[in-house]
């Protein structure tokens, strides 16, 4: 059986790394998921420990300027949790075009992140 898809409405609370940020979440019905940590599908970015730090810190801060305090659209890819207890998703934001953009996808093409199957 083919896993399903949610979108959710969101609001990005906190960012961490250029690939993690953490989430509240509209389940609707007046029903939220705070503080949940969101794992960017299809990439990685660079880690801010180690000899990757000015990397990952210049890949998180440029995560932040993108989409931090910010309403995006969440669509999940499982409906379960990771190996490091994050959801894996995809985050949607509208531009001022009414163009929806991938987040993942602009990480990659602004050079802060690299494409990476799990």
């Given at each position: 059986m083919k896993s399903k898809l949610y979108h959710y409405r969101s609001i990005v609370r906190f960012v961490?790394?250029?690939?993690?940020?953490?989430?509240?979440?509209?389940?609707?019905?007046?029903?939220?998921?705070?503080n949940e940590k969101i794992r960017l599908a299809r990439i990685n970015a660079p880690e801010i420990r180690g000899k990757e730090r000015p990397l990952g810190l210049e890949s998180r801060d440029f995560l932040r300027n993108l989409?931090?305090?910010?309403?995006?659209?969440?669509?999940?890819?499982?409906?379960?949790?990771?190996?490091?207890?994050?959801?894996?998703?995809?985050?949607?934001?509208?531009?001022?075009?009414?163009?929806?953009l991938n987040v993942s996808d602009i990480m990659v093409q602004q050079g802060h992140a690299r494409y990476q199957s799990y």
């Open positions: 961490y790394d250029g690939d993690t940020c953490t989430l509240d979440i509209d389940l609707g019905l007046g029903t939220w998921a705070h989409i931090a305090e910010k309403e995006i659209i969440l669509e999940t890819i499982k409906d379960k949790k990771g190996k490091y207890g994050r959801y894996i998703g995809e985050i949607w934001l509208i531009n001022t075009k009414d163009e929806w």
